[in-house]
């Protein structure tokens, strides 16, 4: 391995000429950009605590009124990259959204697309493309690209969900915009998660005929079906086995949605795992239980709704602190995109 040439090491006029003219040597940034073995990598391993968020939610409902925010969010903001970058890490944007009793967050589609995974409270609804989408917790709600979404609030008490969107890649892309619309007209049949696609290995003969239809049949996938159906997993599989079960679009057996993947995994009680290395990043959210974690070396301590952020090709051992109830974690990633893009990697 010979050492690159720098910046210093050229004549001044010579690297000002180039300057001038747009132009930068690649040969003092390569391995900057290209380093060998491990890319390098801003993002920290970091537990945002649902306890700190909840209160500053809370006192941001008194502070700010929906009317002045279109949208009451908190975002996660990884500080190894930087908070006024709204990254947890460098592909995925997370938030906490508050909405309360009477409350409506209007109507409007944008490129980003989005995910909600209800956190607390009952009563809310996500309206998407006219179907009404009722959020309980642990429910997984998806508004993807180009549909129409609003949020409403007919029930009591606070309602918070967690938001998690590929915001920073579309943004990085200068892709990024969103477009306001009236209230949408809405459905009387209950989601297609309720009617259509109520069970895995079951869809409308009428979806196979055509070979495809909507690219997002089920927008709502209820905590309560993934709940019993990493039960009846975790029941049949081998003890050394991880029970994780991906979100999937139930037409194609595909992700869900093109850049993010999400998926839940049970942690059975005492159980402690090493997930396999990956050059995917990762958001896990915690939908009950407690444990700790070690994510590249940082010592994490989890609880009911903690949030904790993955680095790309992060060495993570997480742990279920409890010997007599299972843990469950809802888990994000940009493993579709990276292997879409032909990047994507396990170790
Ligand atoms: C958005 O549309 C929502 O619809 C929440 O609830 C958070 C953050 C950035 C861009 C769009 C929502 C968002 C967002």
């Known amino acids: 391995m010979s050492e690159l040439g720098t910046l210093e090491g050229l004549p001044k006029e010579y690297v000002k000429g180039l300057a001038d003219r747009n132009l930068v040597p690649l040969w003092p940034s390569l391995r900057q950009v290209l380093?060998?073995?491990?890319?390098?990598?801003?993002?920290?391993?970091?537990?945002?605590?649902?306890?700190?968020?909840?209160?500053?939610?809370?006192?941001?409902?008194?502070?700010?009124p929906?009317?002045?925010?279109?949208?009451?969010?908190?975002?996660?903001?990884?500080?190894?990259?930087?908070?006024?970058?709204?990254?947890?890490?460098?592909?995925?944007?997370?938030?906490?959204q508050l909405i309360l009793p009477g409350e409506t967050a209007p109507n409007h589609k944008h490129s980003p697309?989005?995910?909600?995974?209800?956190?607390?409270?009952?009563?809310?609804?996500?309206?998407?493309?006219?179907?009404?989408?009722?959020?309980?917790?642990?429910?997984?709600?998806?508004?993807?690209?180009?549909?129409?979404h609003e949020?409403?609030?007919?029930?009591?008490?606070?309602?918070?969900?967690?938001?998690?969107?590929?915001?920073?890649?579309?943004?990085?892309?200068?892709?990024?915009?969103?477009?306001e619309g009236e209230s949408q007209p809405v459905s009387n049949r209950p989601d297609a998660s309720q009617t259509t696609y109520t069970k895995a290995g079951l869809v409308p003969s009428s979806v196979i005929r055509k070979r495809g239809g909507s690219d997002y049949p089920l927008l709502r996938f209820p905590w309560r079906d993934v709940s019993v159906a990493l039960q009846d997993y975790a029941s049949v599989v081998d003890k050394d086995e991880l029970v994780q079960l991906a979100y999937?679009?139930?037409?194609?057996?595909?992700?869900?949605?093109?850049?993010?993947?999400?998926?839940?995994?049970?942690?059975?009680?005492g159980e402690e795992r090493t997930l396999t290395r990956r050059s995917a990043s990762a958001v896990l959210h915690v939908q009950s239980?407690?444990?700790?974690?070690?994510?590249?070396?940082?010592?994490?301590?989890?609880?009911?709704s903690d949030t904790m952020a993955v680095p790309t090709h992060a060495n993570v051992q997480i742990a279920n602190s409890s010997t007599s109830e299972p843990a469950y974690l809802f888990v994000?990633?940009?493993?579709?995109?990276?292997?879409?893009?032909g990047f994507y990697e396990e170790f």
């Open 248 to 269: 999937v679009n139930p037409t194609t057996g595909q992700p869900c949605l093109p850049i993010l993947g999400f998926s839940a995994i049970m942690l059975r009680p």
């Open 113 to 148: 697309s989005a995910v909600r995974f209800v956190v607390e409270g009952e009563g809310a609804k996500t309206i998407v493309n006219g179907e009404v989408c009722p959020m309980e917790k642990g429910d997984l709600i998806l508004t993807p690209s180009g549909l129409w």
């Open 151 to 179: 949020h409403v609030h007919t029930g009591h008490g606070p309602v918070v969900w967690l938001d998690a969107l590929d915001l920073p890649l579309v943004y990085a892309l200068e892709a990024s915009y969103c477009i």
């Open 35 to 64: 380093p060998y073995g491990i890319p390098s990598r801003r993002t920290v391993p970091v537990n945002w605590r649902y306890k700190d968020i909840r209160d500053n939610l809370l006192r941001a409902g008194d502070l700010t």
């Open 289 to 304: 239980g407690k444990g700790t974690a070690l994510i590249d070396g940082a010592e994490l301590d989890w609880d009911e």
């Open 332 to 341: 994000v990633d940009d493993a579709p995109m990276q292997q879409k893009l």
């Open 66 to 96: 929906i009317e002045k925010a279109e949208r009451r969010v908190l975002v996660l903001s990884n500080p190894g990259i930087g908070l006024e970058s709204m990254q947890a890490t460098p592909s995925i944007y997370i938030g906490m």
